[in-house]
């Protein structure tokens, strides 16, 4: 870390302390002991996409889980240290959240990158491993022909989303939960450079504009 870029972080938390914490006393005050959020985010680790800045939500309200290309990994039960996973059944067995939301976005790296050949990947073998979690979107993009780079980009990024909304009901207590009516599992879409959110309607298979 440059020094300019370590002065910059030790300049944010002096500002927060002077001004975001100051004016949420109360609010820091009341979940220093509890937290009780009420969705769950799984997000891409993606610097640009920050979900209280999106869905302009208060320290609390949200449970975030990001990694690389906004991935979740089929249920299974394994002596690993399963990050993702652990992190849905946290949220669900004992938070009991009452939403899902599995957001990709525009100009999204991990999509991009399962495009790309065995070499291009070479010096980030896990990486690689971890995409292999998207595989279908990608086969399915590749079965379609589609030639115009842009409308594969994004082609790609929207089925990921819905891929990840199908990964999470391998999830028993998930899928139980569903059933009941207890939990909703949204998909969105979100556009770095417009700021628009697309959530996916099931009924039109199709992402539709939150406005």
């Given at each position: 870390?440059?020094e300019?870029?370590?002065?910059?972080?030790?300049?944010?938390?002096?500002r927060?302390?002077?001004?975001?914490?100051?004016?949420?006393?109360?609010?820091?005050?009341?979940?220093?002991?509890?937290?009780?959020?009420?969705?769950?985010?799984?997000?891409?680790?993606?610097?640009?996409?920050?979900?209280?800045?999106?869905?302009?939500?208060?320290?609390?309200?949200?449970?975030?889980?990001?990694?690389?290309?906004?991935?979740?990994?089929?249920?299974?039960?394994?002596?690993?240290?399963?990050?993702?996973?652990?992190?849905?059944?946290?949220?669900?067995?004992?938070?009991?959240?009452?939403?899902?939301?599995?957001?990709?976005?525009?100009?999204?790296?991990?999509?991009?990158?399962?495009?790309?050949?065995?070499?291009?990947?070479?010096?980030?073998?896990?990486?690689?491993r971890?995409?292999?979690?998207?595989?279908?979107?990608?086969?399915?993009?590749?079965?379609?022909?589609?030639?115009?780079?842009?409308?594969?980009?994004?082609?790609?990024?929207?089925?990921?989303?819905?891929?990840?909304?199908?990964?999470?009901?391998?999830?028993?207590?998930?899928?139980?939960?569903?059933?009941?009516?207890?939990?909703?599992?949204?998909?969105?879409?979100?556009?770095?450079?417009?700021?628009?959110?697309?959530?996916?309607?099931?009924?039109?298979?199709?992402?539709?504009?939150?406005?």
């Amino acid at each position: 870390m440059s020094e300019r870029d370590e002065g910059s972080l030790f300049d944010g938390v002096r500002r927060f302390n002077q001004t975001d914490f100051i004016e949420h006393r109360e609010l820091f005050a009341r979940v220093a002991r509890r937290q009780d959020p009420h969705t769950l985010f799984v997000g891409c680790a993606d610097s640009r996409v920050i979900p209280n800045l999106i869905t302009k939500t208060l320290p609390g309200e949200l449970f975030t889980v990001r990694n690389v290309g906004n991935l979740v990994p089929f249920y299974r039960e394994a002596e690993e240290y399963l990050a993702t996973t652990s992190a849905i059944e946290y949220a669900v067995r004992i938070l009991r959240i009452k939403n899902i939301v599995i957001c990709g976005h525009s100009n999204c790296g991990g999509v991009g990158a399962l495009f790309a050949d065995d070499e291009a990947l070479s010096a980030v073998p896990h990486t690689r491993r971890w995409l292999s979690l998207a595989r279908r979107v990608r086969d399915r993009v590749v079965a379609e022909g589609i030639d115009d780079p842009v409308e594969r980009e994004w082609r790609a990024e929207q089925y990921n989303v819905v891929e990840q909304m199908n990964h999470l009901v391998t999830y028993p207590y998930v899928k139980d939960a569903f059933r009941r009516g207890e939990l909703s599992i949204r998909g969105w879409y979100y556009v770095i450079e417009t700021g628009e959110v697309f959530d996916y309607d099931p009924s039109k298979a199709e992402f539709v504009r939150i406005e």
